[in-house]
């Protein structure tokens, strides 16, 4: 049976494709405000980052926004699960276990969410991620996170 030309191959048939997915997992399972000289091994110069608290260009300007982004995290892993891919793009669902001193007192707090991703060359780049930023943040808060897991609950 002949496969059509739109279908999305869930895996990765391009190992380099592959390759540069394992290194997008290590690194973001490995960073912190220490070693954030790691972007490069990942991202192109010319990457282009968006996530829903703002957007970056170049790889510079990515590893600024990383170092104020991991500034007061006191650990960061993510759970991955098994990507989707056409072509040079990939989308890869993830759940993040973030302890942030800032946040709910540094306890352990659960994001779901997805990076979309083009890799050329071996290289993100560009790089999407889509999450609640409700979850991540605002129910975290004190007063306003109790109002907003309130409202999500009646709603729900």
């Not at 190992?15 to 220490?34: C, I, M, R, T, Y």
């Not at 968006?50 to 892993?77: I, S, W």
Request: proline share 3%; hydrophobic share 40%.
């Amino acid at each position: 049976m002949k496969t059509p030309a739109s279908a999305i191959e869930v895996g990765a048939a391009d190992s380099g494709l592959s390759v540069a997915l394992e290194k997008f997992q290590s690194l973001f399972n490995e960073l912190d405000q220490g070693n954030l000289a790691k972007l490069q091994q990942v991202y192109s110069e010319d990457i282009v980052f968006q996530d829903p608290f703002g957007e970056v260009r170049g790889l510079d300007d990515l590893t600024e926004y990383m170092a104020a982004a991991y500034k007061n995290v006191n650990t960061c892993k993510f759970r991955f699960t098994m990507p989707v891919i056409q072509d040079c793009w990939c989308s890869l669902p993830w759940v993040m276990e973030l302890s942030h001193k800032r946040i709910r007192g540094g306890k352990i707090v659960l994001v779901n969410g997805i990076s979309h991703l083009e890799i050329r060359d071996g290289k993100v780049r560009y790089h999407r991620d889509y999450f609640d930023a409700g979850q991540l943040l605002y129910e975290n808060l004190p007063i306003v996170g109790g109002v907003i897991r309130w409202v999500k609950e009646k709603a729900g």
